[in-house]
T-cell receptor, first 111, second 115 residues
Framework: TQLLEQSPQFLSIQEGENLTVYCNSSSVFSSLQWYRQEPGEGPVLLVTVVTGGEVKKLKRLTFQFGDARKDSSLHITAAQTGDTGLYLCAGAIGGYNKLIFGAGTRLAVHP | ETGVTQSPTHLIKTRGQQVTLRCSSQSGHNTVSWYQQALGQGPQFIFQYYREEENGRGNFPPRFSGLQFPNYSSELNVNALELDDSALYLC??????????????FGPGTRLLVL
């Protein structure tokens, strides 16, 4: 059974703080995606990482794929209230890219 | 916006009934994947359709079935509804290129409540 464990499950911080969300598995993934989901809506893609050790930056968000392609992290610098939401990591398995999702990290950024 | 649309947005059914959910894929995409997201959990893969055929299935019983049409839109059918089927149902479209599925883009989902 392939599992993706995300931590922490919940995070409540003040505006301006930094944070890191982790995504870990014992399985190797062909790629890993990070999504952000608002209540009642579908997940919105933030980034796809493919190569072991890859680092991608999206403004204040930094994504890293582990060297062995089993884990990933999302770091947010100087969080803003607009960053509030559910962050999901998803690893792709197989040629047809079945996505295995973590349970998500619910982030609340307070002014 | 991803260009992936789903209908209906909300649906209420009773146990034992059947339901059909619909998804229109993004322009240029030929593959649709369906996911079930229970409250407080991440989405779970149901199945994927490519070229009108099932192309992979998750751990869901046969009462979950699907179709893909020549225009690449798709339907998810669930028979004999159970209370635990209450969830947000998401479809995601992608493009197959060189035998490899590219990144999936999600629709807004259909919220199903089974009473």
């Amino acid at each position: 059974t392939q599992l993706l464990e995300q931590s922490p499950q919940f995070l409540s911080i003040q505006e301006g703080e930094n944070l890191t969300v982790y995504c870990n598995s014992s399985s190797v993934f062909s790629s890993l995606q990070w999504y952000r989901q608002e209540p009642g809506e579908g997940p919105v893609l933030l980034v796809t990482v493919v190569t072991g050790g890859e680092v991608k930056k999206l403004k204040r968000l930094t994504f890293q794929f582990g060297d062995a392609r089993k884990d990933s992290s999302l770091h947010i610098t100087a969080a803003q209230t607009g960053d509030t939401g559910l962050y999901l990591c998803a690893g792709a398995i197989g040629g047809y890219n079945k996505l295995i999702f973590g349970a998500g990290t619910r982030l609340a950024v307070h002014p | 916006e991803t260009g992936v649309t789903q209908s209906p947005t909300h649906l209420i059914k009773t146990r034992g009934q059947q339901v059909t959910l619909r998804c229109s894929s993004q322009s240029g995409h030929n593959t649709v994947s369906w996911y079930q997201q229970a409250l407080g959990q991440g989405p779970q893969f149901i199945f994927q359709y490519y070229r009108e055929e099932e192309n992979g299935r998750g751990n869901f019983p046969p009462r979950f079935s699907g179709l893909q049409f020549p225009n690449y839109s798709s339907e998810l059918n669930v028979n004999a509804l159970e209370l635990d089927d209450s969830a947000l149902y998401l479809c995601a479209s992608s493009r197959a290129a060189g035998g490899y599925q590219e990144t999936q883009y999600f629709g807004p989902g259909t919220r199903l409540l089974v009473l």
